[in-house]
């Protein structure tokens, strides 16, 4: 990604299960972009579980909401010019899901929709372990 698109740094994130397998004698798409980058654990597996959609669209929508009031009282979510061939190309047209209207229709290109979903709901781990010496 480094020398392809010219990205200098990736930060650490939920990324969805497909990128942890690997085909026979091929690092995985997650073991390859660490590598690049010199760094282990660059991504952790994203929440899949039932009804994480749903959870998705929901914390989109809100914060969608929440971005156009100024001042702002909760958190909003804002994409600039350079999100244009991913998010702002994909997002708007997203049908959806014509058996559950509350999901978005996975047959659709929802790659960008994804990425965002899975940083949006994901817990960050915050703990730290230290060493405590014994006086």
């Known amino acids: 990604m480094r020398e392809t698109l010219g990205i200098e740094g990736v930060n650490a994130g939920p990324a969805d299960g497909m990128i942890f397998e690997a085909q026979p004698g091929k690092p995985s798409i997650a073991q390859g972009i660490e590598d690049g980058y010199g760094r282990k654990d660059l991504f952790y597996p994203a929440d899949k579980r039932p009804g994480s959609r749903i959870k998705r669209l929901a914390v989109f929508r809100r914060m969608l909401a929440a ?62 372990s230290i060493q405590i010496e014994a006086a």
């Open 67 to 128: 971005s156009e009031h100024e001042p702002m009282e909760e958190p909003g979510i804002f994409f600039f010019e350079s999100c244009i061939y991913g998010a702002i190309r994909t997002i708007p047209t997203l049908p959806r899901d014509p058996r559950n209207p509350e999901d978005i229709d996975t047959r659709a290109e929802d790659h960008a929709w994804d990425d965002i979903g899975y940083r949006l709901t994901t817990v960050r781990p915050i703990a730290k």
